[in-house]
């Protein structure tokens, strides 16, 4: 069974340029997450979707990072303006669904490490 | 909210000797326990898991019991190796299905 995939794997630009990353998540996967991991931090989740809808997003910082998961399957994030503060690796995460004990795991993709300079 | 400690690294060892990382957590309600693992250069791992109070979660030599009365799922390990090296998170899921994640402990084994 393929993994959650992500790219690019890292990515380098100047503060104020525009970025996105891209996840495919396990295949049957009806919950995608996207985690910041700041440098010596446990990750923190940022946008949470069930299918093509939002569950949570209380940890998004609007003004700057949209997320969207077109089709209940890829996703996309985005950030746009960049600040030198969003230098962290950017994970993906997909799990079967939430709430039932046995399928509660989330799976991981290998991140995308960001650079803003 | 629902948060975890984990204590703080690094922690180093020599080969073969026992392993213990500590972790608690405050949380409402009946959270799930997790530790992952993250290697070098790679996306986080699930290492193990529990579900309910008492149950103990385990995978490749690792250990860690639920302990409600002490809020606690401490990471156990008889024997590291020098891949063992990595850094390991706790994590739980709060009432919302939300991981949340402590910062993370780094593990260094040496030969």
């Known amino acids: 069974e393929a993994g959650v995939a992500q790219s690019p794997r890292y990515k380098i630009i100047e503060k104020r340029q525009s970025v996105a990353f891209w996840c495919n998540p396990i295949?049957?996967?009806?919950?995608l997450y996207w985690y910041q991991q700041i440098l010596g931090q446990g990750p923190k989740l940022l946008i949470q979707f069930q299918n093509n809808g939002v569950v949570d997003d209380s940890q998004l910082p609007k003004d700057r990072f949209s997320a969207e998961r077109l089709k209940g399957v890829d996703s996309t994030l985005k950030i746009q303006p960049a600040k030198l503060e969003d230098s962290a690796v950017y994970l993906c995460?997909?799990?079967?669904?939430?709430?039932?004990?046995?399928?509660?795991?989330?799976?991981f993709g290998p991140g995308t490490r960001l650079t803003v300079l | 909210g629902d948060s975890v400690t984990q204590m703080e690294g690094p922690v180093t060892l020599s080969e073969e000797a026992f392993l213990t990382i500590n972790c608690t957590y405050t949380a409402t309600g009946y959270p799930s326990l997790f530790w992952y693992v993250q290697y070098p250069g790679e996306g986080l791992q699930l290492l193990l898991k529990?579900?309910?109070?008492?149950d103990k979660g385990s995978n490749k030599g690792f250990e860690a019991t639920y302990r409600k009365e002490t809020t606690s799922f401490h990471l156990e390990k008889g024997s590291v190796q020098v891949s063992d090296s990595a850094v390991y998170f706790c994590a739980l899921t709060d009432s919302s299905y939300k991981l949340i994640f402590g910062s993370g402990t780094r593990l260094l084994v040496r030969p």
């Open positions: 995460a997909s799990s079967l669904y939430p709430g039932q004990l046995s399928t509660d795991t989330q799976y």
């Open positions: 529990a579900t309910k109070a008492d």
């Open positions: 295949s049957g996967h009806a919950t």
